[in-house]
């Protein structure tokens, strides 16, 4: 089975810098897409970012320039770095995995996630 376990989340005054990783294992496919997603209470769950097997990325227009996205293959985890953290950026941040290099934006085409790590912004 695939698994996804996140951690790194925390509480940062505005302004500041977390990095989350996420460990992955499990699969065995060339070619997939890796991606973190956000959700705060009663709101959709939307990607922030994304990187496939190719090392493409992709990043919301709210969070270009302060998240970067990155991928440590041989340690199989999965980062996000954010900076410049603004408290609007507060939610759950969820790594999310599915197969195949075209990384898709909605998150019923992600067949793998991980628990969640709450980052909160003050």
């Known amino acids: 089975d695939v698994q996804l376990v996140e951690s790194g989340g925390g509480t940062v005054q505005a302004g500041g810098s977390l990095r989350l990783s996420c460990v992955y294992s499990?699969?065995?496919?060339?070619?997939?897409?890796l991606a973190w997603f956000r959700q705060v209470p009663g709101k959709e769950r939307d990607r922030v970012t994304s990187?496939?097997?190719?090392?493409?990325?992709t990043y919301t227009e709210s969070v270009k320039g302060r998240f970067t996205i990155s991928e440590d293959k041989p340690k199989k985890t999965l980062y996000l770095q954010m900076d410049s953290l603004k408290p609007e950026d507060t939610a759950t941040y969820y790594c999310?995995?599915?197969?195949?290099?075209?990384?898709?934006?909605?998150?019923?085409?992600?067949?793998?996630w991980g628990q969640g790590t709450q980052v909160t912004v003050s």
């Open positions: 499990g699969y065995s496919y060339n070619t997939y897409c």
């Open positions: 999310a995995a599915h197969w195949g290099a075209y990384c898709h934006t909605d998150h019923a085409s992600f067949q793998f």
């Open positions: 990187i496939n097997n190719r090392g493409e990325q």
